[in-house]
């Protein structure tokens, strides 16, 4: 079965970090791009960023550049996204999701979200 | 980045109903269209891709259509598990941007 279950979310403060992992099961995990999707509070979904299935190519979404980092562990089938200097505005639920590579890529397996709420 | 519009926002409907969602991009997107399916606390699904391809699982009363710049999701005759919110995505090109998001409520 297909599936990708994220962990790691919480409360922080900003400035802080945080680090946000998604495991992966049933798939070849280092055949696919992955990607990071994210929902804030009443607002739609918003792309984040993605890493290549070698993790040779990585790309970014202007809001997070600078400050998030994605990676993944192939040989764990784990993505990964280091969070650092976050701000109210990085609040939301954070989405893990594998890349169908057309375009500029579709995503047919989601997990179910962690949430990560920056606040003092 | 390309700017994704749905309406209506909000949608009232009864079991049964057919449904029409519309979703429109500020430039054209030719058929790179997608279509979730999102419930709170569950992972979002895949309805349909390249504007009008149903996902192998979905149902058939899920069907899409459009291409350049309109794309409508509709759902022949709902069901109680269709009670969700149903959010397009573009992926033409970078950045992949979604819509705000649909939701459909029971009447």
């Known amino acids: 079965q297909v599936q990708l279950v994220e962990f790691g979310g919480g409360l922080v403060k900003p400035g802080g970090s945080l680090r946000l992992s998604c495991a992966a099961s049933g798939f070849t995990f280092s055949d696919y791009y992955m990607t990071w999707i994210r929902q804030a509070p009443g607002k739609g979904l918003e792309w984040v960023s993605y890493?290549?299935?070698?993790?040779?190519?990585?790309h970014y979404a202007d809001s997070v550049k600078g400050r998030f980092a994605i990676s993944r562990d192939n040989a764990k089938n784990s993505l990964y996204l280091q969070m650092n200097s976050l701000r109210g505005e990085d609040t939301a639920v954070y989405y893990c999701?594998?890349?169908?590579?057309?375009?500029?890529?579709?995503?047919?397996?989601w997990g179910q979200g962690t949430t990560v709420t920056v606040s003092s | 980045d390309i700017q994704m519009t749905q309406s209506p926002s909000i949608l009232a409907a009864s079991v049964g109903d057919r449904v029409t969602i519309t979703c429109r991009a500020s430039q054209s997107v030719s058929g790179w269209l997608a279509w979730y399916q999102m419930k709170p606390g569950k992972a979002p699904i895949l309805l349909i891709s390249k504007a009008s391809n149903l996902e192998s699982g979905v149902p058939s009363r899920f069907s899409g259509s459009g291409s350049g710049t309109e794309f409508t999701l509709t759902i022949s005759s709902l069901q109680p598990d269709d009670f969700a919110t149903y959010c397009c995505q573009q992926y033409s090109v970078y950045s992949p941007t979604f819509g705000q998001g649909t939701r459909v409520d029971i009447k």
């Open positions: 890493i290549s299935g070698s993790a040779t190519t990585t």
């Open positions: 999701a594998k890349v169908v590579p057309h375009q500029a890529g579709y995503y047919d397996v």
